[in-house]
């Protein structure tokens, strides 16, 4: 067998166009970014100004200074910590678990058209339900420890992953697929090989999603009755008519999300290959 | 119809009979209908161990669906297929299949696209990846292993999917309109890089096109197929250039004209047939 050469030129690979660094009209991203803090500032300082001048009663709305002290309280007491802790554990496993369920569902149903249409009108009742309501049921079956607030999560995220891999498994390229049995993959390989790498792609898609649901599921957990988490921070100061730090616990709740959205988006970029998006 | 045979026999012999005893792929009246729309109808095609042959048709005749039923991934309504003289059952386990459309799995790289089937193989991931190197270079994609199908041009998915297919050492090799994507010069250069593979290991290849050029230029047979629906075989001509040809010189020889303009004369009319019927339907 001679070795076969080419003149093509193979390295014209198209690089990745680069974006560039400006847009028209807009300003760069440093001006950007110095603008939405001073945005940030301003609404702060709105909201001082209508509270001092007593437009806004202050008992309602708050102080924004005493709301900053009292972030800063609980950072320099450390008491903040074990309650983001357990948030970040009840949010991490409702994640997790939910995404498993969901894979190992979709593909499931996504494989078997028969059960698909079997539960098809279940699957609809159990999406269309406001599966909040649920929490206080957790809670009784559960206790107050941090797996109703995981089984809570697990529930949200299921049917964002679930619907997600039911369409990827049953969206696989049909070309794909002859392709991989023509080079003989059997029924395991296929599934392996084929369906749940399909499938994945559609999971990452959902991944913002399936974080938000998971972290929606630890906090109302909490809230609905807990000994820990930062819903039990805000339902404390709730109850004592603390509205300072009902505001710094709905505020370093945000700051969570963002740093968990973030970390979300920093795993996406490891983990997406393969696809151009 | 009658007549267009008449002329394919005046022009060029047939296949010779002696050729259906070993045959590669046999067609046995074979019929394909879909609920109440026939794709094919009665057709009967033989491909001879190592023999290269083009079925040329116009676009939407069922030419896809001949390969279907040759890879095994469609059953007949009516009819036989068999492989080396065996009735086909399930997947045609003897051939490989490059398909028209990408099928790489857009998740693996080059090098792990192509030893996919190694690995459905269960052989050892170390020999697999060694192999699977070799193919690659062979196709002309060295240093490109770990690139995603995203990040190669047409043609090397081309090359990366004729690697894939010819790495797990298909007897016979069905093609469907592999190339019709590529531009012109890349399209010329995978044809001579298949030529070479081909003349190399001598797979008997079942190769679909509506480029009539292309058919005569690769094949050592074209077959005509009608307008669909019921698609079948019309005329068959043997194809007498000499090996090895390079695809863009053998088109200049007084040779290829001749049998051009021959085999042509016989597609016309099914050319216009096809035309007609989708300006009707333009109509509708």
Known sequence: ?277 | MIASLKRADNLATMAPAARKAEAALTFDHVTVRFDDYTAVADASITVGDGEFVSIVGPTGCGKSTLLNVAAGLLEPTAGDISVYGKSLEGLNRQAGYLFQADALMPWRTALSNVTAGLEYRRMAPKDAEELGRKWLARVGLNGHHERFPHQLSGGMRKRVALAQTLIMDPKIILMDEPFSALDVQTRVLMENELLALWMADKKSVMFITHDLEEAISLSDRVIILSAGPGTHPIAEFVIDLPRPRDVSEVRMTPRFVELHHHIWETMREEVLKAYERNQHKLAD
């Not at chain 1, 649901?213 to 957990?221: L, P, S």
């Open chain 1, 1 to 277: 067998m001679s070795e076969i050469s080419t003149s093509l030129p193979t390295s014209a690979v198209a690089t990745p166009r680069r974006r560039p660094v400006k847009k028209a009209g807009l300003p760069s991203r440093g001006t950007m970014v110095a603008l939405q803090i001073a945005l940030l500032f301003a609404a702060f300082a709105t909201w001082f100004a209508l509270v001092k001048l007593k437009i806004l009663p202050v008992f309602f709305f708050g102080d924004p200074v005493l709301v900053l002290q009292q972030i800063v309280d609980w950072v320099v007491t450390g008491e903040v910590f074990v309650h983001l802790a357990t948030t970040l554990i009840e949010t991490i496993l409702g994640f997790l678990i939910g995404i498993a369920f969901g894979v190992a569902g979709g593909v499931w149903l996504g494989l078997s058209p028969l059960t698909a249409a079997l539960l098809d009108p279940y699957i609809k009742a159990f999406n269309a339900m406001p599966r909040v309501v649920l929490g206080p049921i957790f809670i009784v079956w559960f206790g107050l420890g941090i797996t109703s607030k995981v089984v809570l999560g697990v529930t949200l995220v299921f049917f964002v992953v679930f619907f997600n891999v039911f369409q990827g498994v049953r969206e696989v390229s049909p070309v794909v697929l002859a392709n991989a049995r023509m080079l003989g993959a059997n029924r395991s390989q296929l599934l392996r090989t084929v369906y749940i790498p399909s499938a994945m792609s559609w999971v990452f898609s959902s991944l913002h999603m399936s974080v938000g649901m998971a972290f929606v599921g630890a906090v109302i957990g909490e809230y609905l009755g807990s000994s820990r988490g930062i819903g039990y921070l805000i339902l404390q100061a709730e109850s004592t008519f603390d509205v300072n730090a009902v505001f710094a616990g709905i505020l370093v709740l945000t700051v969570f999300a963002l740093l968990l959205d973030t970390s979300v988006t920093l795993v996406e970029r490891r983990l997406i290959v393969g696809r151009p998006t």
